[in-house]
């Protein structure tokens, strides 16, 4: 069991559906990530909130759209998404900057996200 | 970000130790170095971190070069639960924005 809860764990959508992946930690954390991991790959950072503000966007086309209502959770809302959007999406968190020492992320076990 | 260079596979027998290397010749002075796993089907595993000193946890042994420009992750004694692919990763004390290299699949073998 992982103390990072994403769901759904599986997700089919066609290409102009909206839906939306959730993610949620109770660890007091306040950074929380996206990433997205294709098959045989390592994942790959999209997003980086940290207190509740995006602190990094690693040029990811804007039919990603994250939110992050509050501390504890973090949401990926997808829309129009194309075929090479099928991938596993993994969201993270740990305890954030200025702890004044090194932190490890703990993460999910992801979304399986397949676009039709 | 500091770029690690890992063998893509490895193989260890079941009960013997697995030593997984790294290289990360490019490492700045406040970069520790993390290791991850990733078990199929699951999201990446914590495993050890490390910034100068030798580490061990619970799970395995972390060998630092002095010059630390490499280091070792040391899995005492496989299982085949161990078998993953193992990420090694240089991250500063203030960013928080992680490279995932390519890993090393080990695979433990019966």
């Known amino acids: 069991d992982t103390e990072v809860t994403q769901t759904p764990k599986h997700l089919v959508m066609g290409m102009t559906n909206k839906k939306s992946l959730k993610c949620e930690q109770h660890m007091g954390h306040r950074a929380m990530y996206w990433y997205k991991q294709k098959a045989k790959k390592p994942p790959e950072l999209m997003f980086v909130y940290s207190y509740e503000k995006l602190s990094i966007n690693e040029s990811v086309p804007s039919r990603f759209s994250p939110e992050c209502p509050n501390s504890s959770l973090l949401n990926l809302h997808l829309h129009a998404l194309q075929p090479e959007d099928s991938a596993l999406y993994l969201c993270?968190?740990?305890?954030?900057?200025?702890?004044?020492?090194?932190?490890?992320?703990?993460f999910g076990d992801g979304t399986r996200l397949s676009i039709l | 970000d500091a770029k690690t260079t890992q063998p893509p596979s490895m193989d260890c027998a079941e009960g013997r130790a697995a030593n997984l290397p790294c290289n990360h010749s490019t490492i700045s002075g406040n970069e520790y170095v993390y290791w991850y796993r990733q078990i199929h089907s699951q999201g990446p595993q914590y495993i050890i971190h490390?910034?100068?000193n030798n580490e061990t946890n619970e799970m395995a042994s972390l060998i630092i070069t002095e010059d630390r420009k490499s280091s070792t992750l040391i899995l005492p004694h496989a299982t085949l639960r161990d078998t993953a692919v193992y990420y090694c990763i240089p991250q500063s004390l203030n960013n928080n924005d992680m490279r995932f290299g390519a890993g090393t699949r080990l695979t433990v073998k019966p």
């Open positions: 490390g910034l100068k």
């Open positions: 993270a968190s740990s305890q954030g900057e200025g702890t004044g020492y090194s932190q490890p992320q703990h």
